[in-house]
Nanobody, 125 residues
Framework: QVQLVESGGGLVQAGGSLRLPCAASGRTFSWYAMGWFRQAPGKEREFVSAIGWRSGGNTAYADSVKGRFTISRDNAKNTVYLQMNSLKPEDTAVYYC?????????????????WGQGTQVTVSS
């Protein structure tokens, strides 16, 4: 089992920044690829970003966040981060952290085995 706890969400104005940490506990964190997904009200959950099992490993981004968001991980701290810059109102959603058995960044939610409870991000215009 892997337990995931997201934090760092909140209310921010358009153009602002937030950093979302996701702390993992349980099985060896470095064995898992990690990802971020989000779900806006009335919409399906969508992929945001993912990173392979190595710190500095392969990464993937949704087109909608490419160039604005950066994913990173610190295996010594069992934490994955999502740095979000130039935020837009359409980034408003609950953001979920997830862990997938495997080495490479996974981009579909059915590849993930463990999920956090989510953290709310609200971007005002």
């Amino acid at each position: 089992q892997v337990q995931l706890v997201e934090s760092g969400g909140g209310l921010v104005q358009a153009g602002g920044s937030l950093r979302l940490p996701c702390a993992a506990s349980g099985r060896t964190f470095s064995w898992y690829a990690m990802g971020w997904f989000r779900q806006a009200p009335g919409k399906e959950r969508e992929f945001v970003s993912a990173i392979g099992w190595r710190s500095g490993g392969n990464t993937a981004y949704a087109d909608s966040v490419k160039g604005r968001f950066t994913i990173s991980r610190d295996n010594a701290k069992n934490t994955v981060y999502l740095q979000m810059n130039s935020l837009k109102p359409e980034d408003t959603a609950v953001y979920y952290c997830a862990a997938a058995r495997g080495m490479v960044a996974a981009t579909t939610d059915d590849e993930y085995d463990y999920w956090g409870q989510g953290t709310q991000v609200t971007v005002s215009s």
